[in-house]
């Protein structure tokens, strides 16, 4: 084991997780001290036991994880007597959210969420031209202390569903549907350090784009996604301009042509998730890709 961390303090920190997919996530995180390695565990959030697995850089590829799940990163400096010092980050792997997917909080359908909770979850439509509905059936978190956050958009810079104010006690969100480009919703979550109530069951399905019916149907389809370098778009009506996106909502690529088929090269690239903007004349359809 390393011996350059004689004292063994644990500095990790900014532990953020991207690529996320459904059996997914790379892992990566920032250390101030002189740690050349470390030790790190993801585990389902109720599991009991920890498995370290040790690597030489701030970053870990997560896989075989399970859908609509959420996981408990612990990392730790890799020490002859390893750190008592952990430190731990939540987040939850994607699900079929256009196909009705459960939505709860970190107790599960019938269980307690716990203590000192901080986690964000963004959900976007997993098919093109649809936005996310979330349906709230019961709703139960320590009214004034422990919160719910809803943000209109793929981050908590968006607007708050409930005007910055949360959602605390027994109020419940009732349904909530974004309005968003990309169509998504962000859910951040925050506990103190004592008491503990049910939580929530929501329900997660998609519903429509402002103007996107029977009649605005247009068959085109695009693959690979995930990528790691292009990606291919066919279609039946001629593409007129392609447009990509970050999270940010920054432009990043904007291509006019008149073509059926184009590709558009992610290579360059960082991992993370992409939004096309792909316009047939005056017609308009969006979706996302996970770029590896």
Same mark, same amino acid.
């Given at each position: ?10 500095? !990790?920190? &900014? ?17 101030? %001290?002189?740690? @050349? ?10 599991? &009991? ?14 896989? %075989? ?5 959420? #996981?408990? !990163?612990? =990392? ?9 010092? =952990?430190? +731990? ?7 079929? #959210? ?10 599960? @359908? &019938? ?11 963004? =959900? ?12 709230? &059936? ?19 810079? #968006?607007? +708050?569903?409930?005007? %910055?104010?949360?959602?605390? %006690? ?19 979550? +925050?506990?103190?350090?004592? $008491? ?46 392609? +447009? ?14 008149? @073509?059926? $088929? ?21 017609? $308009? ?8």
């Amino acid at each position: 084991m390393s011996t350059d961390c004689t004292i063994c303090s644990n500095l !990790v920190s &900014t532990v953020q997780t991207t690529s996320i997919s459904e059996t997914s996530a790379t892992i990566t995180w920032n250390d101030f %001290g002189t740690t @050349a390695s470390w030790q790190i565990s993801v585990r389902p959030f109720s599991a &009991t036991t920890s498995v370290w697995n040790t690597v030489s850089q701030a970053s870990y590829q997560a896989t %075989g994880l399970l859908s609509n799940t959420y #996981y408990r !990163v612990r =990392i730790r400096p890799n020490c002859t007597t390893p750190s008592s010092q =952990i430190k +731990e980050f939540v987040f939850a792997t994607s699900g079929n #959210y256009c196909g009705g997917m459960p939505f709860y909080d970190t107790g599960g @359908a &019938t269980g307690s969420y716990t203590n000192n909770e901080a986690f964000t979850r963004t =959900i976007t439509p997993n098919v093109a031209n649809k936005k996310i509905t979330a349906t709230f &059936t019961q709703f139960s978190v320590e009214s004034d202390y422990d919160y719910l956050f809803i943000y209109d958009g793929p981050n908590d810079s #968006y607007p +708050e569903m409930n005007f %910055g104010n949360g959602f605390t %006690g027994t109020v419940s969100p009732g349904t909530i549907t974004s309005t968003a480009p990309d169509g998504s919703l962000t859910f951040k979550f +925050e506990s103190d350090f004592t $008491e503990t109530d049910l939580g929530w069951t929501a329900t997660i399905g998609c519903v429509n784009m402002l103007g996107v019916d029977s009649n605005d149907y247009i068959d085109f389809t695009y693959y690979p996604n995930p990528t790691t370098h292009h990606v291919v778009l066919k279609a039946n009506t001629t593409f007129t301009k392609i +447009e990509v996106y970050n999270v940010a909502g920054q432009k990043l690529f904007s291509q006019t042509l008149d @073509a059926l $088929e184009t590709n558009v090269n992610l290579s360059q690239f960082a991992a993370g998730t992409y939004f096309f903007k792909v316009q047939f004349g005056d017609k $308009e359809k969006n979706f996302k890709i996970l770029k590896l």
